[in-house]
């Protein structure tokens, strides 16, 4: 990992500049920690911090952290459900947490299980009526990113002895675009909804295949980061207590109070990214924060900050906190100010 760091400073602030990037041969945790030959601040209770600006390259941003058993789809046919769980396949770099980066590397793992429903009906009772092979999800791009599913004559709502498609409730949240038949959620045979697939006068077949569009680009529904979450132990900031399910913390701090409940811990930055799915890059362009508002300052409860460090986390909607990791050739930067306190009152904007 490169560092270089840069220290300005005037009267009334200190700004710290700090860029990181990585020069392995693989993902490594967004996490420094530097002792320096002499202090950043001397005077850090006479200061508050604030992280001004941080630049991310979005495409080392996750979508969603992917559970185990928990996405299945299903074909049914003659009446009994072939059903299968997605299972989780490593995406094009390894962090650790089974983290899904790529569209299509997803469609794939889901793909693969209507495959291997479709094998077992064919082992069953062999290939049903106008079926050669199982439905397959692509992704398309046309003005926006769509997922459309693509099955045969025999997938058909008006086929006789047909086959019908079949997500559970937890998939079916990445693809509330498709037209479908909802039957209950937690079924155990998994068939929460059911994909229509419907021949609008042949409008829709392409070949021997009919598409089943998407109402609206679904790829909102994927992104369940919530929050980019900079923590340091170092810096002398306060610590905060952060709701959590999961102890993914327990490296940077064990300060879990008896009952169990929040961690506290030293954040001097929580920012919600805002992901725009409708445009051609999307988020995975640079995602860079500048404050524009009053700053969210830290408080400092040491004079001299003698060390950097730093760990980046990141949020999910279910309170979850997990490590950043960046891939190689990839690159964080970051300016953080350090304000004397009387200066502190009625600032906006950043440097």
Same mark, same amino acid.
């Given at each position: 990992?490169?560092?270089?760091?840069?220290?300005?400073?005037?009267?009334?602030?200190?700004?710290?500049?700090?860029?990181?990037?990585?020069?392995?041969?693989?993902?490594?945790?967004?996490?420094?920690?530097?002792?320096?030959?002499?202090?950043?601040?001397?005077?850090?209770?006479?200061?508050?911090?604030?992280?001004?600006?941080?630049?991310?390259?979005?495409?080392?941003?996750?979508?969603?952290?992917?559970?185990?058993?928990?996405?299945?789809?299903?074909?049914?046919?003659?009446?009994?459900?072939?059903?299968?769980?997605?299972?989780?396949?490593?995406?094009?770099?390894?962090?650790?947490?089974?983290?899904?980066?790529?569209?299509?590397?997803?469609?794939?793992?889901?793909?693969?299980?209507?495959?291997?429903?479709?094998?077992?009906?064919?082992?069953?009772?062999?290939?049903?009526?106008?079926?050669?092979?199982?439905?397959?999800?692509?992704?398309?791009?046309?003005?926006?990113?769509?997922?459309?599913?693509?099955?045969?004559?025999?997938?058909?709502?008006?086929?006789?002895?047909?086959?019908?498609?079949?997500?559970?409730?937890?998939?079916?949240?990445?693809?509330?675009?498709?037209?479908?038949?909802?039957?209950?959620?937690?079924?155990?045979?998994?068939?929460?909804?059911?994909?229509?697939?419907?021949?609008?006068?042949?409008?829709?077949?392409?070949?021997?295949?009919?598409?089943?569009?998407?109402?609206?680009?679904?790829?909102?529904?994927?992104?369940?980061?919530?929050?980019?979450?900079?923590?340091?132990?170092?810096?002398?900031?306060?610590?905060?207590? !952060?709701?959590?399910?999961?102890?993914?913390? #327990?490296?940077?701090? +064990?300060? =879990?109070?008896?009952?169990?409940? $929040? @961690? /506290?811990?030293?954040?001097?930055?929580?920012?919600?990214?805002?992901?725009?799915?409708?445009?051609?890059?999307?988020?995975?362009?640079?995602?860079?924060?500048?404050?524009?508002?009053?700053?969210?300052?830290?408080?400092?409860?040491?004079?001299?900050?003698?060390? !950097?460090?730093?760990?980046?986390?990141?949020? #999910?909607?279910?309170? +979850?906190? =997990?490590?950043?990791?960046?891939? $190689? @050739? /990839?690159?964080?930067?970051?300016?953080?100010?350090?304000?004397?306190?009387?200066?502190?009152?009625?600032?906006?904007?950043?440097?």
């Amino acid at each position: 990992m490169k560092r270089t760091r840069e220290v300005n400073v005037e009267k009334e602030a200190i700004y710290l500049n700090l860029n990181y990037t990585n020069n392995s041969d693989k993902s490594v945790q967004l996490q420094v920690n530097e002792t320096l030959s002499g202090p950043i601040v001397s005077d850090g209770r006479e200061r508050l911090g604030a992280v001004v600006s941080f630049v991310l390259n979005g495409q080392d941003i996750p979508f969603f952290v992917f559970k185990d058993a928990t996405y299945w789809v299903s074909l049914k046919y003659l009446g009994i459900v072939y059903s299968q769980a997605v299972v989780y396949q490593p995406d094009y770099r390894f962090d650790g947490v089974n983290t899904v980066y790529s569209y299509q590397s997803m469609l794939n793992m889901i793909n693969t299980a209507y495959g291997l429903c479709y094998r077992a009906i064919v082992l069953a009772v062999g290939n049903p009526p106008s079926t050669t092979q199982a439905p397959f999800l692509v992704l398309e791009s046309e003005g926006n990113y769509t997922t459309p599913l693509y099955a045969e004559a025999g997938y058909l709502d008006t086929a006789v002895n047909g086959v019908t498609i079949f997500m559970n409730s937890a998939l079916y949240a990445f693809f509330q675009c498709f037209w479908s038949k909802f039957n209950g959620q937690g079924l155990p045979d998994h068939t929460d909804y059911q994909i229509v697939v419907h021949s609008f006068n042949g409008l829709n077949l392409s070949g021997s295949l009919y598409r089943v569009m998407n109402e609206f680009s679904p790829l909102s529904y994927w992104y369940d980061i919530t929050q980019i979450v900079i923590m340091s132990n170092g810096m002398g900031a306060n610590p905060e207590y !952060v709701p959590t399910t999961n102890i993914s913390l #327990t490296q940077l701090t +064990s300060s =879990y109070n008896a009952g169990g409940g $929040p @961690a /506290s811990v030293p954040i001097i930055k929580m920012f919600a990214p805002y992901f725009n799915c409708l445009e051609p890059c999307g988020p995975r362009g640079n995602l860079f924060f500048a404050q524009q508002g009053p700053y969210q300052f830290f408080s400092i409860n040491q004079d001299k900050i003698n060390s !950097v460090d730093m760990d980046v986390y990141f949020r #999910t909607h279910d309170g +979850s906190l =997990y490590p950043f990791f960046i891939p $190689p @050739a /990839s690159s964080f930067s970051m300016k953080i100010m350090f304000l004397l306190k009387e200066y502190a009152g009625g600032q906006i904007g950043g440097k």
